[in-house]
């Protein structure tokens, strides 16, 4: 399935760079922006969808805007790139391990691979994990169904799920 160029966002304006953006810068990125959603009122969530290096769709989670509670980072970053060009063999990085919905439509659809930054042991203290979900669904993430690799990045899960600062003296 070839798709005409016509339509597609003009890159001439874009310097060329020489050497490509490292996994790593690509997660940083993500994150960056899972902070800068939440700093905007939305859940801390971000996702990039990369192509042979290049960026195709970055999202955040878009929950806050209109309630939709499908509207995951790594979702949403699949719906862009989606009007981009084919998304088999893309790359996803994710400020977070993938919950059991954005797996299912990142396996269905082909990639190749998803890097993240803070697994769920990393977001249970902050109630961001998704592990009640995986539970549930009796998913077992050994073996995985495509590869899941962790990263870490410049900002801590606190830095990135805690909230402003608290007295929490006693439970
Ligand atoms: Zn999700």
Redesign the pocket.
Known sequence: MSQPLVASTPLSSVTPSTSLQTHQQWLEQAVQLARENRQQGGRP?AALLVRDGQLVASAVNGIHLDGDPTR????EALRKASQCGPLAGAIVYASGH??????GALVMNGIAAVYYAFDNADAAPFGFD?TAAYQKLGLPLAPQPLPLIKLSVSMTAADLYGSEPQSHDHE
Do not use: D, Q, R
């Not at 995951?72 to 979702?75: D, G, R």
């Not at 993938?98 to 797996?103: A, D, I, K, Q």
């Open positions: 969530f995951h980072a790594e979702l993938p919950c059991p919905m954005c797996l998704s």
